[in-house]
């Protein structure tokens, strides 16, 4: 009779045991990734010019932020220059192609200029 309780005690076991590792391993599949941002959640904005200034442009907060310029976009317009948090981030946008790389940002409204100062734009963050 005690080793027949002994031999469930341990079957018991190894089934939680068994269960156990299942649900682990099940669980590392669809593990989230680490803060608000989910890989490839990058939000992308497209500077357009109006005058000798930018368009504001609205984007949300807490995903990266991928900016390029569209045709109207002339001169040194090309070349948007952010100060965030005491770091510069600034490209020349030559083409649509190029791309100005912004890290995730929390609500606010962000001025930025042409790296000459003299176009300005805010990018607002929602
Ligand atoms: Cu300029």
Redesign the pocket.
Known sequence: MGNKITIIGILVLVALFAGFVFAKSGSTDSAPITGNVVAGEIQKVVLSQADLNYKDSIVQAGKPIAISADGSVK???RAPSFNIGGKRYTKYLQSANDVLELPALEKGTYSFS??????RGKLIVE
């Open positions: 001169g040194c317009l042409c790296t000459m100062g003299m176009g």
